[in-house]
């Protein structure tokens, strides 16, 4: 018998541990909901709080996600760095609150009081502070992306960054015919802004949320669209759609021949083979844009800034290139016939000498030692030119006429020599692995090595 209730007790005793824990769980949770009002670092996260008497509570780091809060009394509450994510705080009476370092991602505050509330550093992206009371709040480095701030109360004793102030400032009062040039509105929530004949250039309105906004007639002129928010009830001008439509969507192969992106900031686009042959896209920037086998025939591109942008194997042929800022730009197979370049297009060595070869000629020039690799020299002139120990590796010299040229030692490895006339030629010492050369007219005898 002993033994029988042995086994019993070792066979029930722990299912009643078992089946005990949730319900200690439950009691523990019942017992941190009616916490206040010492609560830090309680998990409160969906708790329904409504209209709770909170005031001077001690919420600090306290988990509240998701937490129901509307019209709570939390008048002087602590609710440092508390997690306050998606929080219904709907009219919660928050007057002298510490809201520092609190997370209210997607948090509804609308209505609330906020009045000398300390909300530096505060998280409120996606936040809804529509008619909250914010006299004499500090905001001092929240973070407002996105947040929703029309109606809101503001004074001249609110501290809020004055980034924020006129993001509020537009969405209150709208800002038809300001001049905003060059201001910082990244991340700006603008939905049906009135932004009527705004001067925009060079604003940045990346992840700005500009849904259902009036800006036709703004200047947008090298204002950044990169993930601006648009819908087909934001009015804005062709032009600027256009700019936006090529930032924001593919545009690989998009046929843009003719287009006006003059002033456009395109930065970082993505232009691959696009057609943008005779476009305007003078004082454009272009910084880092993919414009990899693009057609750029005829182009404008006039004091447009082109650093670092990849136009390997774009074709620019009699594209306007005076003024523009190349420095950095990957020229290599870029077609530069007829393209015009003056003293004020900044290019590198290597590719101005390219252009001044097709463009000026190259008979009889000393070009010795010279980097001409993956050039774009088809058909050019370079009768008697001196191309002696030339670096022309991948260089392009289909159709060339390089008759009489010395091209002793130099590397022609994979180079593109279809076609090219090479009679009289020195090819002596010459590197021809894996060139081209059908068609070519080689030199009596020649036995290149």
Request: proline share 2%.
């Amino acid at each position: 018998m002993r033994d029988f209730l042995r086994i019993i007790a070792l066979l029930v005793v722990p299912l009643l541990i078992i089946m005990a824990i949730p319900i200690v769980a439950l009691q523990l949770r019942a017992a941190t909901i009616a916490c206040p009002p010492r609560c830090r670092g309680a998990d409160l996260r969906g708790v329904d709080l409504q209209h709770r008497s909170l005031r001077g509570a001690d919420l600090a780091e306290a988990n509240l996600s998701g937490a129901r809060l509307a019209g709570a009394q939390m008048e002087q509450a602590s609710l440092l760095f508390a997690e306050l994510e998606s929080a219904d705080l709907r009219g919660a009476q928050l007057r002298s609150a510490d809201l520092r370092g609190a997370l209210l991602l997607r948090a509804n505050l609308s209505g609330a009081d906020l009045r000398q509330a300390n909300m530096g550093g505060a998280r409120l992206r996606k936040a809804d502070l529509t008619g909250a009371n914010l006299a004499g709040a500090d905001l001092t480095g929240a973070l407002l992306d996105q947040a929703n701030l029309r109606g809101a109360l503001l004074d001249d004793t609110t501290t809020i960054d004055a980034k924020w102030r006129l993001v509020w400032e537009l969405q209150s009062r709208g800002g038809e015919g300001r001049r905003l040039a060059g201001q910082d509105l990244q991340g700006a929530y603008l939905q049906q802004a009135n932004l009527r004949q705004t001067e925009l250039v060079g604003t940045d309105l990346r992840g700005a949320d500009l849904t259902g906004a009036d800006l036709s007639g703004a200047d947008l002129r090298g204002a950044a669209l990169h993930g601006t928010v648009l819908d087909d009830t934001t009015r804005l001008d062709p032009r600027w759609r256009l700019v936006w439509e090529i930032l924001n969507q593919a545009a690989a192969e998009r046929n843009l021949a003719g287009a006006d992106l003059s002033g456009a900031n395109l930065n970082q686009a993505y232009l691959r083979r696009a057609n943008l042959t005779g476009a305007d896209l003078s004082q454009a920037t272009l910084t880092e844009a993919d414009l990899g086998a693009a057609k750029l025939a005829g182009a404008n591109l006039h004091n447009a800034v082109l650093i670092e942008a990849n136009l390997h194997q774009a074709s620019l042929r009699a594209a306007d290139l005076t003024g523009a800022d190349l420095t950095g730009a990957d020229l290599n197979g870029a077609e530069l016939h007829g393209a015009i370049v003056d003293e004020t297009t900044a290019m590198a060595d290597k590719w101005r000498l390219t252009w001044r070869i097709l463009s000026q000629g190259g008979v009889g020039q000393d070009l010795r030692q010279a980097n001409l690799s993956w050039a774009c020299l088809t058909g050019a002139d370079l009768r008697r030119a001196n191309l002696a120990g030339a670096d022309l590796i991948e260089a392009n010299l289909a159709g060339a006429n390089l008759e009489e040229a010395d091209l002793s030692r130099a590397d022609l490895r994979d180079a593109d020599l279809s076609q090219a006339n090479l009679r009289g030629a020195n090819l002596q010492g010459a590197a021809l692995a894996g060139a081209k050369l059908e068609g070519a007219t080689l030199p009596a005898g020649a036995a290149p090595g």
